[in-house]
């Protein structure tokens, strides 16, 4: 019978996992101070692992599902395609700064080798609502009529950067600067 996997067990192993990989890389990663920092004993990660690069991965899909729960959030269909354009973006810009570690990761690892059949399939599809969005909002006139990833690029490449450069410390963006962010950020999409 196999064992049943604790969950506390792999959250923990997730946290120590993500600090120790954006401290010394994939490279230096040692499965033994994960499982140290942990609290379990190093034999008990490969029950939970098949070695580093399954770490990676589901540590990778773990955090890209979280990051997708926090961009939908709140999403509403029905409502007005601006409306959700700009409900999406402020989830994902609030999600950047708000867990800039896990964004971080994301970032480094989203195009790596590294990533198997299923993150990769994972990462594809994670983008499907939001192109989907942004093709409505073309059909419709509103936005641009460039590829939706392109546009997609526009859209939270700015605030990748401004999350970037926050790695580390904490950005207190007040409200309108939030606002004035996404008018920038919509402005380089929405048709003239």
Known sequence: MARVKD????????????????????AGLKM???AREAGVATGTIYTYFGGKADLINQLYRHLKQQKMEAIMQEHDPEAPLTQQIKLLWTNYFRDALGAPVRNHFIRQYEYSDLLDEESRKLHKNSYKPV????????????????????????LIGGANEIAHQGFGQQIDLQEQDIERCYQLAWGAIKQV
Not at 7 to 26: C, M, N, Q, S, W
Not at 142 to 154: E, K, N, S, W
């Open 32 to 34: 033994a101070e994960v």
């Open 131 to 154: 192109y989907a969005l942004l093709e409505k909002a073309k059909r419709a006139g509103l936005i641009r009529q460039l590829p939706v990833d392109t546009m997609t690029a526009f």
């Open 7 to 26: 969950p506390a067990k792999i959250d923990r192993l997730f946290e120590a996992a993500l600090r120790h990989v954006l401290e010394t890389g994939y």
